[in-house]
């Protein structure tokens, strides 16, 4: 048995694909595909099955030019009106070589939600593995509340009773893959480890030591947000997306940049904190490449797009990892990156950025400020500066009137990086007076400075 | 000013990518474009004009694709009814940054062929490459026949007057590079080094030292061969190639591949003449890699291809050469090599494998023997074994008639690469008692036996 | 937490690096550590700790080079006298960023063989994975006579002790990870999947189906080879290996090869057995890639090494892979390959090679020949043909005069590749008539022919 | 013939590397020769000499090693104490396959200095190419100051004297590939463009277009720098470089980075002059990697050193060129980069950057300030602010008290590269208020401010 797992970075998604004599399935693939040819053609495998483990909600599945690319076959959970591929039945078994998938029906993050159990018959009827999508994450579970508040109850219960009746009973010795690793918005407190067991899951997971009411009552007060990019995957991925030619975004001078920044395409920019705050294109977004997804929040998939990047390689992950969240408008990126837009003379942008100790003075000389948190609800809720405002970032644009606009705004973030892009919004509205937080809550846990709760 | 020659193995074809202050050219892209994308990105540089010297014969240009990705337009020479891109006059410059591109029109070896003239405004007027496509190449000319013998006299004289009026007086300084590298069919003695120089090229190449008389004599006696694909490459160089998305032969097991081969799909086995010889399967074609252009004598491109290779590495050598000449139809490739076609129990064809002290040792002691040489004519006239027989590989099967049924065929070559093709076309007639000589005329001079002339 | 098995491939090794809040370690490094470093640069990590699991005998380990190329800690297990390195005291911590790491003494295999069981503090205090060297493979537990057959009992005893008392007790739900994967010499059956769970391996492994009592009794009856270069890496594995610099075998041209092979160097040739079986240099013996181990059974590790291998890739991976084993002398390797010998007009051997519809009828016709099945002991045991004759490859060359010489010799193995270097055994013995058969047993059984026990 | 130019970049060295027949030569290697073998390897191809143009001032060759390993003769020319190698004898021939290879002896540049014609005698007598070191760069000449003033005139007299009676007699059609391209120090108003030829030399080179008088007279006035760490260069590359294992830089946490720095280590960031102006760690030097070497002027060969990067790619890109420069000692660089920095709540230092327009607004305020312009002085003498105060960058440390210390300083060049690191030279000696122009003198012109000359 052969097996690998796939990485793609921003929505943190795993993929996962295995063979067997020769034969080979693909777990939740992404949509550029490549990678998973180059591996068949490595191992000599012919692609037999493409088992979904939901319809994905953050980012576009490559299912269907990966079966025309190869013939094989997609397989997906009941509970919803597919336009593609086979549904299975619950408990249906598929053959790759000596292995046996089992499909697991575990409704609760999605009515379709589905885990694959593996067995290997070639060392006996013991499951090896499972598969659990945004069912079960190492340390936590999959959200419930795709379907609107009303549903979460019954979603959180039907969650509950997969993994107890059918995901649990396989065995501890059950080794978990899961669809997605830290970072991801489809689970809460993932761990940073990517794999697991039942049984260690069994013995750490908090969402493992509670009965079905308490189990329930955690899902219904959890907070979760929702990208309005959302709703394009959740179309693509029940219906098929549209056709999926990788782009191929053109150098750009930085005349041609401006015209068609002025044209209105939105401006993307993937570099450091540092970099934004000394230097930028005004109206740009701040988005780091690990935190590009938050893109979802301020760039619609319809709308153009510019990208401005360290290098060449920093601009093909920018282009592949929008193009996996949908974005297929590329107007372009800046050749020669920031430093050719300053070569021709043209006026920069920058963001006040202080570190730490610059805020805290701030704060002990009674400076009229606001410090605008935009981290997620449940890192809020782990500790913030008492005279802190929390907006969360995605929500921002919509609440700039809840920003003061006669003292100085200092965001802050975990780190920096998602202050950037705050700090980069209240630009593109014309605030003025915008700092951001170098190293941001790490920084401020680490020297010492209070926190409340 | 950058500059990139990228080689395309089979055909021997070079084409060329360079660039100045962000904007590039390509000179004859071949049909997978990822390379040239590639290095747009390396450089930052977006793509303005594809320059083609020809409606090239034996490989599909990539130009509309390319054209199609990064908005570059497409120039061609004159005397053609192209159905896309643009027809330059005679003179016409283009500017490429800093660089300026004069195209020459050059017809002989076809209407429209064109050289490129490249001055480096930055350093000054003297022109400082000249891409001659295959009007000149090292050490040799382009063939003047493709429009038929009665036209040949005609075509050479053009070529001649195209080098002597309009190349050759671009200066001693200017470096030349062609279309071509050693081994192409465009040519007949192309030299191994892949650049020269105007200068150079007067003092060396043959063709240079003789008058318009001469050279047209030369040129009207030379013996080229024009291979069955070629239809296609003139169609689909002037009018568009069919769409082109690289195929994604699929792993095959034995069995699946023994039913795709019972239905008609034409082995290509890349491996080497000593593999092909030991252990084959039955009514495969020896093509090995740098050969695989012969394939184009006996598997028409509507055909179904089915590949055996030594491994991944070779499946995709063998796909993507072949993709460059057209062929899009491929049946899939023997996962695992001939050892796992043989671990399936599966019968094995042989070819009798000798060295030239054993051939040698047949002719002495009267062996009732056919040695078949199939080399070129250029080839066979440098020196041949007396008794041999001669038949251009290419003309072999429809000249099996004349190899004697009654006695052993010893097929011969340069080294043994293009006999042990010419083997398995004897052995796809049945024919029996079929030997290749490893090592060819090459050890046979080395070992030094006889030649006539 | 970061994690990456490394494979080596041809002696089936598997070294691990995981890493934890910019600190990491290295379980079984391979003596090429290049890899090493660049995951350490990727993840910007620094070597914490190269963890043994034992003294390894079929490879160098690369723990002191790695070390000192880090500045991290080499950590062994008691029972041997270790030249560098620290020895842990069973049931000592290591920390690892937020890992925890506890090494467990487990001899068996070997006297110093260890566990290191691996917990995430930062999800919790069960253990996730146990890293189980070659105590415990998947499948199949490490074999338990390398101390000697008299003391074999007691080895498997406190093998069986190990795993009882300290393994299982881990949990069902922890991840193992072994120290080879199938094909390795250091178990008997392990299976092709390279990972399991100690809840699996209870539910499948034969080894923990039986009691104490009947585990030694396995163990004792079981028949392993150990391989003469094993002495050497027992040494070096021990007190340091020689120094380790990559070697870097120059391009020979024929001439050169043909003297260097006349002073004595031994020919290692990885082409196919059809490629052999072809045409090879005469005395080569063949040894394909995946099975390069071998050449521990002929080579001594201070003789100088020739290569013969399909193009580059092919000579590095050999070259790579002896260097593993500890060969550092190579004379060079034949550039342009066995195709360049030809064009030299050099003699060629070959072996009669054949599929087993010959074999059978070879047999049926009763025909004077000796089948020489080179096997290892338990496939033998799995199924042979009557009449065959067993000689375990690695003991061909000490038991030669047990093969006649007066008739035809047909070697045969599983698949081909290893019948291959039995017969470029024979044939160096200035033996006649030898053949192989492709397909080897794999190709009798798939064809329906008898097979005894 | 195979040919390939290998281009190190921030020293803009071109070694080149051909091969005839399974032959191979070097000309002027680089100190980490992986690249070499790698090339050998894939055209399996025996390296037979390496070529030294000259004894290299600002780079460490890496013939030594390259020989040790390949065993290749050293060529060098006469008129130094070579330690190693061989020093020919004025128009010497090498064979290398077909190749010939003539040294020319043309001291001008050093005492040593050489060109090498090669010829192809497989097509002819007439020279093809010429290696021309640094004695002739594409659009200028080497410089001839190396040996002192007053030895100027003697040199820049044999330099015009090589050119005039060795290299231009070869022939217009000989192609020129120069040991250095466009940015090196070595030669004054370089090219972009990589190759040329003796014809486009003497139609378009400057130096080409006075007499012997005039020549000189250009030479003795041109002002070159000479970095201190050219000392140790001359005599590693006269002697043998001392033993060159590429350095392994360790992961470091922000904290073991702190103690590093704290005991001496030099900060070298290569990050742009963008993110070094928002946030960078005290004391750090910003040299963005195409201007590495100016590490010379800063950081002595014997001194650790500690590097700040954007990611991996970059830590190791700047070791690399470091290490061809000699620096051997790295203390270590920062794992996750100045982000982990900023997180462990560490201060950060800041450069105020401007644009252009920043910059003529404050001048035009007749605010007290001094513009810095540290360019060469060739740049300078280009065209200049009329205000500025001109210290050529690697002068700065000596020259800081001509720096007011009383106003702003506001330091230029070309692009805000080398100014960056003026800045952190200044802000390194505790000066205040400095500012960096991004887009520098490029900008300036663009945007039609003026300038005085």
Same mark, same amino acid.
């Given at each position: 048995?052969?097996?690998?797992?796939?990485?793609?970075?921003?929505?943190?998604?795993?993929?996962?694909?295995?063979?067997?004599?020769?034969?080979?399935?693909?777990?939740?693939?992404?949509?550029?595909?490549?990678?998973?040819?180059?591996?068949?053609?490595?191992?000599?495998?012919?692609?037999?099955?493409?088992?979904?483990?939901?319809?994905?909600?953050?980012?576009?599945?490559?299912?269907?030019?990966?079966?025309?690319?190869?013939?094989?076959?997609?397989?997906?959970?009941?509970?919803?009106? $597919?336009?593609?591929?086979?549904?299975?039945?619950?408990?249906?078994?598929?053959?790759?070589?000596?292995?046996?998938?089992?499909?697991?029906?575990?409704?609760?993050?999605?009515?379709?939600?589905?885990?694959?159990?593996?067995?290997?018959?070639?060392?006996?009827?013991?499951?090896?593995?499972?598969?659990?999508? +945004?069912?079960?994450?190492?340390?936590?579970?999959?959200?419930?509340?795709?379907?609107?508040?009303?549903?979460?109850?019954?979603?959180?219960?039907?969650?509950?009773?997969?993994?107890?009746?059918?995901?649990?009973?396989? %065995?501890?010795?059950?080794?978990?893959?899961?669809?997605?690793?830290?970072?991801?918005? =489809?689970?809460?407190?993932?761990?940073?480890?990517?794999?697991?067991?039942?049984?260690?899951?069994?013995?750490?997971?908090?969402?493992?030591?509670?009965?079905?009411?308490?189990?329930?009552?955690?899902?219904?007060?959890?907070?979760?947000?929702?990208?309005?990019?959302?709703?394009?995957?959740?179309?693509?991925?029940?219906?098929?997306?549209?056709?999926?030619?990788?782009?191929?975004?053109?150098?750009?001078?930085?005349?041609?940049?401006?015209?068609?920044?002025?044209?209105?395409?939105?401006?993307?920019?993937?570099?450091?904190?540092?970099?934004?705050?000394?230097?930028?294109?005004?109206?740009?977004?701040?988005?780091?490449?690990?935190? /590009?997804?938050?893109?979802?929040?301020?760039?619609?998939?319809?709308?153009?797009?510019?990208?401005?990047?360290?290098?060449?390689?920093?601009?093909?992950?920018?282009?592949?990892?929008?193009?996996?969240?949908?974005? +297929?408008?590329?107007?372009?990126?800046?050749?020669?990156?920031?430093?050719?837009? =300053?070569?021709?003379?043209?006026?920069?942008?920058?963001?006040?950025?202080?570190?730490?100790?610059?805020?805290?003075?701030?704060?002990?000389?009674?400076?009229?400020?606001?410090?605008?948190?935009?981290?997620?609800?449940?890192?809020?809720?782990?500790?913030?500066?008492?005279?802190?405002?929390?907006?969360? /970032? %995605?929500? /921002?644009?919509?609440? &700039?009137?809840?920003?003061?606009?006669?003292?100085?705004?200092?965001?802050?973030?975990?780190?920096?990086?998602?202050?950037?892009?705050?700090?980069?919004?209240? &630009?593109?509205?014309?605030?003025?007076?915008?700092?951001?937080? /170098?190293?941001?809550?790490?920084? $401020?846990?680490?020297? %010492?400075?209070?926190?409340?709760?």
């Amino acid at each position: 048995m052969l097996f690998k797992a796939i990485k793609s970075e921003i929505v943190s998604h795993i993929s996962y694909i295995f063979s067997s004599k020769g034969e080979a399935a693909v777990v939740d693939p992404r949509r550029d595909i490549e990678i998973y040819n180059k591996v068949l053609a490595e191992w000599g495998s012919k692609l037999k099955y493409v088992f979904e483990t939901h319809r994905n909600e953050d980012y576009i599945i490559g299912s269907i030019e990966l079966s025309e690319k190869t013939g094989a076959k997609i397989i997906h959970g009941p509970g919803l009106p $597919w336009k593609y591929g086979e549904t299975y039945t619950d408990k249906d078994n598929f053959k790759v070589g000596s292995l046996k998938i089992t499909a697991l029906h575990t409704p609760g993050h999605s009515p379709d939600s589905s885990c694959y159990a593996l067995t290997d018959n070639e060392t006996g009827n013991y499951t090896i593995a499972v598969f659990t999508g +945004d069912t079960l994450f190492v340390g936590d579970v999959g959200r419930t509340d795709f379907l609107g508040d009303e549903n979460t109850p019954k979603m959180s219960g039907l969650l509950y009773d997969g993994l107890h009746e059918k995901v649990i009973p396989l %065995g501890d010795g059950v080794i978990v893959y899961p669809g997605h690793g830290s970072g991801s918005v =489809c689970g809460g407190k993932i761990a940073e480890r990517e794999f697991s067991s039942i049984g260690a899951e069994k013995a750490m997971n908090p969402m493992f030591k509670v009965n079905r009411e308490e189990f329930i009552k955690i899902k219904v007060t959890e907070k979760h947000e929702k990208s309005p990019y959302f709703k394009y995957m959740e179309k693509y991925n029940l219906e098929g997306p549209p056709s999926s030619k990788i782009p191929n975004p053109p150098a750009l001078t930085p005349k041609e940049f401006k015209v068609a920044m002025e044209k209105g395409a939105k401006i993307i920019d993937t570099r450091s904190p540092a970099s934004f705050g000394g230097a930028h294109i005004t109206s740009s977004y701040s988005l780091v490449p690990n935190r /590009l997804n938050n893109a979802g929040w301020v760039v619609d998939l319809n709308e153009e797009v510019l990208i401005v990047a360290d290098d060449a390689n920093n601009v093909e992950y920018a282009k592949i990892n929008l193009y996996r969240m949908g974005y +297929d408008n590329f107007a372009g990126y800046l050749s020669g990156g920031i430093e050719s837009w =300053c070569k021709e003379g043209y006026p920069i942008g920058k963001v006040n950025l202080i570190d730490v100790s610059n805020l805290k003075k701030m704060l002990d000389s009674k400076e009229k400020i606001t410090v605008l948190d935009v981290r997620r609800y449940n890192e809020w809720d782990e500790g913030h500066i008492d005279v802190a405002k929390h907006i969360y /970032l %995605g929500r /921002l644009p919509e609440r &700039l009137n809840e920003v003061p606009e006669d003292k100085p705004v200092i965001t802050i973030c975990k780190t920096g990086s998602r202050s950037s892009f705050a700090s980069s919004i209240l &630009l593109r509205a014309n605030r003025k007076k915008i700092y951001n937080v /170098l190293g941001g809550m790490d920084a $401020w846990k680490k020297s %010492g400075y209070q926190l409340i709760y």
